[in-house]
């Protein structure tokens, strides 16, 4: 029988930071792919700059997906298209959580145009839990600003240093 080739995946997000909801599909996504690469983006020219630096979202996810265990997981940075980013990377699929209906028109686009360029990197797409159904980065740092409590919804550390910086 012929050897079967690494099934690797790629899961790309600005993770500004990462909360309960992105562990829960990379968990996932983990179980599903021999190898996982998160791909924490550098800086998304869509969005405004992030709260925290490509460095401390990658640090932020490294810590919580080894408190999870998930050993076939790893968090790389990268600030180049998605799909060169996926071949460096030996990816034959982009996987990409969705929560809503409102998430579908966005990764509509991004999967034409990832198709586009890369026909061959299939984008596949995970149901977000019903728990998680609601959460984004964006929330959870608009709670914290306001001193909502955000301890069930990011990882322990993710949550005191949110506090910290943004608690008015
Ligand atoms: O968590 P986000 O902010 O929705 O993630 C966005 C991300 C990283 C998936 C997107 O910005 C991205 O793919 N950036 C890399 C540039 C790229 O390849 N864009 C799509 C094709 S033009």
Do not use: W
Not at 96 to 109: H, P, Q, T, V, W
Not at 136 to 149: N, Q, R, Y
């Amino acid at each position: 029988m012929a050897e079967q080739r690494e099934r690797v995946a790629v899961c790309p997000g600005s993770y500004d930071p990462v909360t309960n909801g992105h562990l829960d599909i990379l968990t996932r996504t983990s179980r599903v792919f021999d190898r996982v690469v998160v791909g924490v983006v550098g800086q998304s020219i869509r969005k405004q700059a992030t709260l925290f630096n490509a460095e401390e979202r990658k640090g932020f996810l490294e810590r919580a997906l080894a408190g999870n265990g998930l050993e076939n997981v790893e968090v790389q940075v990268f600030s180049n298209l998605l799909v060169e980013f996926a071949r460096e990377c030996g990816a034959t699929a982009i996987v990409k959580g969705l929560r809503a209906i409102s998430d579908f028109e966005y990764e509509f686009e991004m999967n034409q145009l990832n198709r586009k360029l890369a026909p061959d990197i299939e984008s596949v797409y995970i149901f977000a839990s019903a728990e998680f159904s609601f959460l984004s980065s964006t929330g959870v740092k608009e709670m914290a600003t306001f001193g909502g409590d955000v301890g069930d919804l990011v990882p322990t550390e993710v949550a005191a240093v949110l506090t910290e910086r943004l608690r008015r």
